[in-house]
Each structure stands twice: as C-alpha cells, then as structure tokens.
Nanobody
Framework: QVHVVESGGGLVQPGGSLRLSCAASGSGFSIYSADWYRQAPGKERELVARLTSRGSTNYADSVKGRFTISRDDAKNTVYLQMNNLKPEDTALYSC?????????????WGQGTQVTVSS
C-alpha cells in the first residue's frame, strides 16, 4: 500500500511563491508519473501540471511560465514550484500519482493542500 501526502500550502501574497510537495510512502515501488490538480470553490477540478513517465512535462495555459513540476526519485516525492502567484491560483491542490509496484501500475490521490493567494 502506498500513502500519498501533500504539504507546502498556505497563505501567500500576490506575486509570492510556494513549493508544494507530494510524498509517496511505502515500499517496493517507484513513481511512474504524477499530476497536480486544483479545485477552487464552485469550480471543476483542473489539471495544472503533468510529469509523464518519460520525464516530459505539460502545464495548463494559466500557469505556464510560473509553475514547475519536478520529482526526486530518491525521496519518492513530486514537487510543484509556484512563482508569481495570483489570486486566481487560490484552490485546493491535490496530487495524483501512478506508481510502478513490481511491474504493476497503481494510482493514488493525496488529501490535498490549500493554497490561498491574497493581500
């Protein structure tokens, strides 16, 4: 069983930065791919950033040039560096991780971490 926990959210002023972490714990697995999603109140969940199994990245147009997704395989952790934050970035951010567990691909969601951008 793999347990996924996000951290790093909080309150930040417009123009500020945050780095979110998505840590996967357990044994005998490696991260295959990972996505960061966000959902603001009254809005649908949207895909913010994707890190594919081949290491390529994709971003929502609204965050291109400001957000960066990365991974640390030694720590089984995926990060989302968010710069030049805007009030419209306020949302609950969740990570979706697919892991390779001895050749079997399983997927897991974290519980989310709140990001609030406000002056």
């Amino acid at each position: 069983q793999v347990h996924v926990v996000e951290s790093g959210g909080g309150l930040v002023q417009p123009g500020g930065s945050l780095r979110l972490s998505c840590a996967a714990s357990g044994s005998g697995f490696s991260i295959y791919s990972a996505d960061w999603y966000r959902q603001a109140p009254g809005k649908e969940r949207e895909l913010v950033a994707r890190l594919t199994s081949r290491g390529s990245t994709n971003y929502a147009d609204s965050v291109k040039g400001r957000f960066t997704i990365s991974r640390d395989d030694a720590k089984n952790t995926v990060y989302l560096q968010m710069n030049n934050l805007k009030p419209e970035d306020t949302a609950l951010y969740s990570c979706y991780v697919r892991v390779d567990n001895w050749g079997v691909i399983d997927d897991y969601w974290g519980q989310g971490t709140q990001v609030t951008v406000s002056s």
